[in-house]
């Protein structure tokens, strides 16, 4: 689960760069189209970087089931920071951002959460050894 964000994270230029202009133009046509102003370019970059973490916290909620979805959110900002310092100090194209750590922690949350309201839901539903004698 890690190599996709290491290559997200590490790819010599923005991911996105060879479709910033057909975003651009997808983006003016829902405008023209009724779309609010605030749906924007800025606001598709960070509900895909909050989307790019969701699995890790998922993921990272159900291998430590002892941890709460704050150290979950805590661990994926390590992992976030390290990736921002990464692209800060190796690579000359992309830029570090702190709205990046934002919405990566956001996202490791949301996946903690959702892991932890599917595992809570799947315990009510489950039947208890006794009631299956």
């Given amino acids: 689960m890690m190599v996709p964000l290491v290559f997200i994270a590490f790819w010599p230029s923005p991911v ?9 133009e997808f983006l003016s046509f829902l405008h023209r189209s009724g779309m609010p102003s ?6 598709v970059e ?17 291998a430590f089931p002892k941890k709460r979805w704050w ?12 990736m921002e310092l990464g692209q800060l100090l190796f690579l000359h194209n992309r830029f570090a951002s702190p709205v990046d750590l934002v919405t990566n922690t956001s996202g490791a949350v949301i996946g903690a959460l959702l892991a932890s ?6 315990e009510v539903h489950r ?3 006794a ?3």
């Fill in 16 to 24: 996105d760069q060879p479709m910033q202009s057909q975003l651009a």
């Fill in 38 to 43: 605030w749906f924007n370019y800025k606001f």
């Fill in 46 to 62: 960070a509900s895909a970087n909050v989307a790019l973490f969701v699995p890790f916290g998922v993921v990272s909620a159900l």
């Fill in 71 to 82: 150290q979950v959110g805590a661990f994926g900002l390590l992992i976030s920071c390290c």
């Fill in 117 to 122: 309201v599917a595992v809570k839901r799947l």
């Fill in 127 to 129: 039947p208890r050894a």
């Fill in 131 to 133: 009631d299956l004698q």
